[in-house]
């Protein structure tokens, strides 16, 4: 009784206050209404028609939906738990997937270096992840390619911490001249790397097979398809008859992919990487020495080209390598010492352009360098000569001020062609045997048969003399060895060799 009485006297409380709330509504717009009366004529509102929808209710598709997720309320804590936000590929189960992740989690060592390598890259591969939209397990696909070595060469050529080959690179502008190679650029090499994923993801419509593609050839996964599509065969990655690396490759991915989900379970431990970016890209406007860019930002030369691994030579070309990448911290202090330095050249080298081709020896000359220094220098293998044209790496003098020009610092390249080995040789004379039928007959000038006889041009031999010539030889650069090549042998005539000659300076082969 005593709870019905409590429950009218609160009803009829609350009737009474509305009463005098709406009562103080009516006052307050009563003037308003009234000029409102007064300056027009009063028009009725339509009457409010609600909508309800026709037949049940039904589920809303995932179509329907808005494309953009929505924004966490905090930041993500550290790297890794924003890349396990950004998963969105389908995980792919089965034996190989657990095999390859008992094969890394037996190994801490391995992948305690990976991933501290990665440390320095990560942040940025995930920021344009996610600029495009693109899945973030992504990012830990160097993993799987280099272990994030952006050093690393693979048997087939495949170079940098996304394997490009050379072919793969050029088509994706990777540039690769005498100075740099932007396979293996960290930040040239990661937007053609997720370039080339998203085209392949066009063609395929599926991760796990664009993948493949990646890793096997985007024409062999189209044509594995094709196979089974032909035998009336599922076309799914599992499904595809393919090579025992790609059948491994997509599992590795997703191995790793579940460690760095839940490192606990695998008794991992994966370094902080924390989030926030590692490096910024510095301007350069002059040539500079490597170990003097370094020095200017106060890190290690080591750590320098770890960031900036591209560079080829010890020297940076700023026409054709306009921005270097510096840790955080140390950007502002080489933009400072950059900016003040007056103690001498930035740049200790520049680029001589061949204008014909030559023996490293005749260009250690004309350079005035020590011969292996020039190799080294200039990566010159042995057994060759240096074709024209190509760009080398030379001392700058202290007069020369210029840097080197933009056509030569973003396209220069050094060429090779083998080096002629020759041997001193004797042959006999014919009965009408002259310099002119001597050049022909072993495939040399008639000015070197006639250097090397002390003869005029014109001349001709007696029978039976002996004719001097510089023969070039066969190197097997396997195992060092040499063997004669004379040319063609002339019938009746006999031939012999000697070691211990050397041509003249007018032979130029």
Not at 134 to 140: C, D, K, Q, S
Not at 370 to 394: F, T
Request: net charge positive.
């Amino acid at each position: 009784m005593e709870k019905y009485v409590l429950k009218k006297f609160l009803y009829w409380a609350c009737l009474a206050g509305s009463l005098v709330l709406s009562g103080c509504a009516n006052q307050i717009s009563a003037p308003s209404q009234a000029s409102d009366t007064q300056a027009a004529t009063p028009t009725t509102a339509p009457p409010h028609t609600p909508l309800y929808p026709q037949g049940p209710l039904q589920p809303i598709t995932t179509a329907q939906t808005s494309p953009h997720a929505v924004a966490p309320l905090f930041a993500p804590s550290d790297l890794w738990d924003r890349i396990r936000r950004g998963f969105a590929m389908p995980d792919l189960e089965g034996d190989l997937v657990r095999d390859r992740e008992q094969w890394y989690a037996s190994r801490p060592e391995y992948m305690q270096r990976m991933t501290e390598r990665s440390r320095k890259y990560l942040f940025h591969i995930v920021e344009e992840l996610e600029r495009r939209g693109m899945p973030t397990e992504l990012a830990l696909l160097p993993y799987i390619e280099s272990a994030f070595n952006p050093q690393a060469v693979s048997s087939a050529k495949a170079a940098g911490m996304w394997q490009f080959m050379p072919a793969t690179g050029e088509y994706f502008e990777l540039k690769q001249n005498a100075f740099r190679d932007d396979r293996r650029d960290v930040l040239a090499s990661t937007r053609a790397a997720l370039d080339y994923l998203q085209k392949l993801y066009t063609m395929f419509g599926d991760w796990h097979l664009a993948l493949a593609a990646y890793n096997w050839g985007e024409g062999s996964v189209g044509r594995a398809i094709a196979r089974n599509q032909k035998a009336g065969l599922p076309t799914g990655y599992n499904d595809l008859t393919m090579p025992a690396e790609t059948r491994l490759y997509v599992p590795k991915l997703q191995a790793v992919k579940n460690i760095v989900a839940n490192p606990k379970r695998f008794a991992a431990e994966l370094p902080l990487i924390e989030n926030h970016p590692y490096f910024e890209m510095v301007d350069i406007s002059r040539d500079i020495d490597v170990a003097l860019a370094a020095r200017f930002a106060g890190v290690r030369e080591e750590d320098f080209k770890e960031l900036n691994p591209s560079l080829h030579r010890p020297v940076i070309l700023a026409a054709g390598t306009p921005q270097i990448l510096l840790p955080w911290d140390n950007a502002k202090a080489f933009e400072r010492n950059f900016q003040a330095y007056t103690q001498g050249q930035y740049a200790s080298w520049t680029v001589w352009t061949l204008p014909s081709t030559m023996s490293v020896a005749e260009a250690a000359r004309t350079t005035g360098m020590d011969e292996r220094d020039l190799r080294s220098v200039n990566g010159i293998p042995p057994h060759m000569r240096i074709k024209a044209g190509s760009a080398l790496l030379v001392p700058r003098s202290a007069t020369t001020r210029a840097d080197v020009a933009s056509k030569v610092a973003d396209n220069g390249q050094i060429a090779f062609t083998p080096d002629v080995v020759t041997r001193r040789t004797t042959v006999k004379a014919g009965r009408r045997d002259s310099v002119t039928s001597i050049a022909r007959r072993y495939h040399v000038t008639t000015a070197d048969v006639a250097a090397w006889n002390d003869v005029k041009s014109h001349a001709n031999f007696a029978a039976g003399s002996s004719i001097v010539l510089y023969l070039p030889v066969r190197t097997s650069s396997a195992r060092g060895a040499t063997r004669a090549s004379p040319g063609k042998r002339a019938a009746g005539k006999s031939v012999k060799h000697s070691r211990g000659g050397k041509p003249s300076k007018s032979k130029r082969k």
